[in-house]
């Protein structure tokens, strides 16, 4: 899930259930189909020879498990509710080819992805995680892509949200992202320290209902990654706009377990691989992500 994306128990929080939260009113938010053009491929037949990289476990099987949060469209959604597509699928699935392996995606919570990866249960988590201090002490993370935070509300922001100073309105983010762990505890403590109410907050487990909290008028805006917030505001038909400018970014990493340092090392040799063959740059393109592009590549950057 700037996905910005780990669970802090706040005082003031307010969190929703899952079960029975958000609405459809949202049409679109999450595509039921991608975009026309198709999903860019490599082949794997120009590059370096990858496959000797392999952890043993994952050329045995032939194929990468992924873990993958869903929900983020466009960067990684479940197209038609049962495939998971986006811009991060596109890119993994690339470099997957460049090792001669295909990628079994398992859509989770975004939560349980670092976990899933420390455990086994996955081979590599890939969900729009924005790489910090405090994930690198627990894994590898292999940078591909840059992001910053941005919010919005609904059309024309009739509730005045100014995020500066969002003390007392009611925002909306999804559990587990930088946003809620670090972004907002710092503008909570702004607050406080100014006398004003705290902001009062919707933690959601999907990001698709923080959005529809906002299109819906439950919550007067929304904070998350820039690529998420700009297309969601495409997407909702006139409801959602984004509001004020983006701001920390930082870059998104693949999740890779702490001893698999050259299998790191190789992905990073994958990426530049599929930036050469043009793969790369297509696949943003066509998610119109390409803006986030980056070349330098790096293990813990």
Do not use: H
């Not at 992905?267 to 803006?291: M, P």
């Amino acid at each position: 899930m700037s996905v910005l994306r780990n669970t802090l128990a706040m005082c003031g929080v307010v969190v929703l259930s899952v079960a029975g939260c958000g609405s459809n009113s949202l049409s679109g938010n999450t595509p039921s189909s991608a975009p026309a053009t198709s999903a860019p491929s490599s082949t794997g037949s120009s590059g370096p020879d990858l496959s000797g990289d392999l952890p043993p476990k994952i050329k045995t099987a032939g194929k990468i498990v992924v873990g993958v949060d869903a929900t983020y469209p466009p960067n990684e959604f479940l197209q038609g509710g049962k495939t998971v597509a986006g811009m991060d699928v596109d890119v993994f699935n690339a470099i997957a080819a460049k090792f001669g392996v295909t990628v079994d995606w398992q859509p989770a919570g975004f939560d349980t992805i670092i976990t899933g990866v420390q455990s086994g249960k996955y081979d590599v988590g890939v969900s729009s995680f924005t790489v910090n201090a405090n994930r690198k002490q627990q894994v590898n993370m292999v940078s591909y892509f840059n992001a910053g935070t941005e919010w919005a509300a609904a059309k024309g922001n009739p509730k005045g949200v100014d995020p500066n100073n969002a003390c007392g309105k009611t925002v909306a983010v999804q559990k587990g992202t930088t946003q809620l762990e670090v972004d907002i505890p710092v503008r909570q403590k702004k607050c406080t320290d100014a006398g004003k109410p705290k902001i009062n907050l919707v933690v959601r487990e999907k990001q698709d209902q923080a959005t529809s909290d906002v299109a819906d008028g439950k919550a007067d805006a929304m904070l998350a990654d820039s690529p998420i917030v700009q297309y969601a505001a495409k997407q909702s038909q006139g409801k959602v706009e984004a509001l004020g400018n983006i701001y920390d970014a930082a870059p998104y990493g693949y999740v890779i377990p702490k001893a698999e340092t050259g299998f790191a090392a190789a992905i990073v040799k994958a990426l530049q691989s599929i930036n050469t063959d043009g793969t790369y740059k297509s696949a943003l393109t066509r998610w119109g992500n390409e803006s986030g592009a980056i070349t330098n590549f790096a293990v813990n950057p």
